[in-house]
């Protein structure tokens, strides 16, 4: 049976930061709904690949396509758009905003996206309600402890029905339980909506949760391998 | 398992009560899921055994609407030397005796290809961690699951961890064998 057309395509990304590559060829497909593990040492090009992927930076050679178009051919307000409503990303710290409350941090982005006032908070109050974290509505990311705050990070990448969730390290500052129950609350999650997520991490009980792996090392992608 | 004895197992399972060996294997089977389900023969000859060393004693016959079952309970001694176990410090990992291991150390030393094998090994490695990730990640998951699901993950975790090691290592390893 062949697969269809992926979501998003990686193809031959370079990626340099001043004179150190990061990424030497990078090429990886993630399909609607698809839950993929990007794993590799520290330094293998991880988090840059995410970026070239997110559209937060651009690589230097070789592209990526989403749902059929090329985002370097797209304009910077298009682009802007798409990672606003069709992408959410979540990183290691949440980068949560301090001076707001789970509730607003999360209604943000709906607000962003044009959404009135009183329908953002309660969709947003929903989606702290799937991450089990309703009853920290009203705190504020210092009150929060970490599981809490990374769930509510999670409710706010996902709360305008993006299709891609990008991931980096989500666990990482997290104890073992509490990184389980953030990884269980969005793999379930992703399901159910049927967003695809592109995990990043080092972590192989954390990759654990994907349907499938790729291996970077040394900025490209490693046949079936051994992370060195 | 490091330390394991189905003769303590059954023990602590008749710690909540009496039972029949029809039970006791059932509810082995529940409590230790990713374990080999006990065989009813060894069930049968444990009790027995307990029976004979006087850690168990018979309690009766009860059909319960079905066939007629022997009843076990645990005798005082039973009970005192179930403690005694649950609380004696297991050894950790006294010998290095492990498989892939030793199939590595092989590799190198008849110049085969360590690094092709640790290449499969993580792969199969990584597909039975997605196998008990889902089954302890599932809605609804118990606890006998989730722990049994824990304890095989960090385990093939710790070899993952080895594996990269090694990897990372085999270009001296090699180098070391072909000097010697």
Known sequence: MSRPVPLLSASGLTKAHGRTPALRGASVDLHAGEILAVTGASGSGKSTLLHCLAGIVRPDEGSVTYDGRRLADLPEKRLSELRRTEFGVVFQFGQLIPELTALDNVALPLLLAGTDRARSRTLAGEWLERFGVRGQQDLRPGEMSGGQAQRTALARALVTGPRVVFADEPTGALDS?????VMTALVHTARESGTAVLLITHDAQVAAYADREVQLRDGAVAPLGVTA | M????????LLGLLATGPSHGYDLKRRHDERFPQARPLAYGQVYTTLQRLVRDGLAEIEGTGSDGGPERTMYRATDEGTR????????IAAPAPFVANELFAKVVVAILSGGDPAAYLSAQRAAHM???????ALKAAKGADLATVLSADYALNHLDADLRWMSTTAARLTTLTAEVDAA
């Open chain 1, 177 to 181: 339980l509490s990184g389980e129950q």
């Open chain 2, 81 to 88: 030397e179930l403690s005694r176990w649950a609380g004696e």
């Open chain 2, 127 to 133: 597909e039975r961690m997605r196998e008990l990730t």
């Open chain 2, 2 to 9: 490091l330390g394991m004895s189905t003769r303590h197992i």
